[in-house]
Each structure stands twice: as structure tokens, then as C-alpha cells.
């Protein structure tokens, strides 16, 4: 069955420390996406990248990067040099079925607080 | 401007009296789909459409119903809302091919006395 475990439910820093929030995920396909999602306090949401399982490059923009491990089916988000505006809860997701058509199952989220 | 637009934004309602949340969405999506999110439990699926006059169910369908008439639109219909009901309420909409990424509107807090 497709799942995905943000197994950190809240996370604090102080500003410009670097934070990983970790994304595990269960999936019966050999080809698939991952992405993920911000939410700031203001509740939209907001997507921040898609990953094709085909590729495990690491993926950097500005002060995120982003580390896809197919070997231990996680995808990791990392936020360099932390701000408070980065302060927000972010989800990890995964399509239901097949490697982009189906609906996303999502984490259940972690909520970080980026103190100044 | 690419949007899904949702309404209302904030409600309040009693037990029992229907409602509805209307979504819209300008990008001639082909797929649509609602999503509710509790504390804990991040995003649930409550239905989704593949198209015009297709529509199924996600992991929460009980107590909701949907239609999806027109490609643009998809609304959410509470029959009878229940303090369980009581949630934030996503809109979301996704070109057929390519990614899935998916577009979602604001959000609807809807509140169930």
C-alpha cells in the first residue's frame, strides 16, 4: 500500500540554523513522484517541488535541497540557514497509484518554527 | 491568473442544514479533487473526478457528496453536516498529463455547531 511517514511532528530552531525534515515513504510502484508541499501560517498551499524516482540526483534551489534515496525510500528536505519566513508546515506526498496520475497521499506533516 | 477559487472561505453552520462549497477553477483542468485537513492528520481525500460526470471516492467520502457538471467546476455538498465535519477544506486541480502537480485553492474553514 502507498504511505508516507513525516515521522517529526514539530521542529524548532533558531534563525539560520540548517533543519531536515525527513519524508519516508511506502510504494508498490517502480515508477513514481514525490513532492513537497509548504503551508505558512496564512493556510494555502504552496508546492515546492516534484521528484521523478527515476532520477536520485540531489536537487538544490537557494537555500533548499532536497535528497532522494530510492535505496531507503526516503526523500528528505533540507532548509539551509533557516528564516522566519520559512516557519510553516510542510508535507511530503506520494500519487495513490502509477507514477503520476493518481491522487496524492499525503504525510501527516511537520510544523516548523523558525525562531529569531 | 491560473486559480482554483473557493466559497465561501469561513463558515459557521448548525447540524443538519445542507450546504455547499463551490470550487472553480480557470486552467481547464480535467482533474479535480476535495481534500480535508484535521489537526493530526494532515490531508484526507474525501472525492475526486477524472473529468466531466466522473467522480469517486477518496479515504473519507461518508457524509459528502460531489457533482462535477462542467469542467471548471466541483462543488463539495454537505446533506446534512455534523460536528465532525468540522474542517479546512482544500480544493485542488490537476492537468491530466504531465506530473500531477497538483493547484489548490485557499481553503474553506468550515465550522459545524
Known amino acids: 500500500a502507498q504511505k508516507v511517514t513525516q515521522a517529526q511532528t514539530e521542529i524548532s530552531v533558531v534563525e539560520k540554523e540548517d533543519v531536515t525534515l525527513d519524508c519516508v515513504y511506502e510504494?508498490?510502484?517502480?515508477?513514481?513522484?514525490l513532492f513537497w508541499y509548504k503551508q505558512p501560517p496564512s493556510g494555502e498551499l504552496v508546492f515546492l517541488i516534484r521528484r521523478n524516482s527515476f532520477d536520485e540526483q540531489n536537487e538544490i534551489s537557494g537555500r533548499y535541497s532536497w535528497n532522494f534515496q530510492k535505496s531507503t525510500s526516503s526523500f528528505n528536505f533540507t532548509i539551509t540557514a533557516s528564516q522566519v519566513v520559512d516557519s510553516a508546515v510542510y508535507f511530503c506526498?506520494?500519487?495513490?497509484?502509477?507514477?503520476?496520475?493518481?491522487?496524492?497521499?499525503f504525510g501527516k506533516g511537520t510544523k516548523l518554527s523558525v525562531k529569531p | 491568473e491560473a486559480q482554483v477559487t473557493q466559497n465561501p472561505r469561513y463558515l459557521i453552520t448548525v447540524t443538519g442544514k445542507k450546504l455547499t462549497v463551490t470550487c472553480s477553477q480557470n486552467?481547464?483542468?480535467?482533474?479535480m479533487s476535495w481534500y480535508r485537513q484535521d489537526p493530526g492528520l494532515g490531508l484526507r481525500q474525501i472525492y475526486y473526478s477524472m473529468n466531466v460526470e466522473v467522480t469517486d471516492k477518496g479515504d473519507v467520502p461518508e457524509g459528502y457528496k460531489v457533482s462535477r457538471k462542467e469542467k471548471r467546476n466541483f462543488p463539495l455538498i454537505l446533506e446534512s453536516p455534523s460536528p465532525n465535519q468540522t474542517s479546512l477544506y482544500f480544493c485542488a486541480s490537476r492537468a491530466s498529463g504531465g506530473a500531477g502537480e497538483l493547484f489548490f485553492g485557499e481553503g474553506s474553514r468550515l465550522t459545524v455547531l
Open positions: 510504494t508498490r510502484d517502480t515508477t513514481y513522484y
Open positions: 506526498a506520494l500519487p495513490r497509484w502509477g507514477g503520476s496520475q493518481g491522487n496524492l497521499i
Open positions: 486552467m481547464n483542468h480535467e482533474y
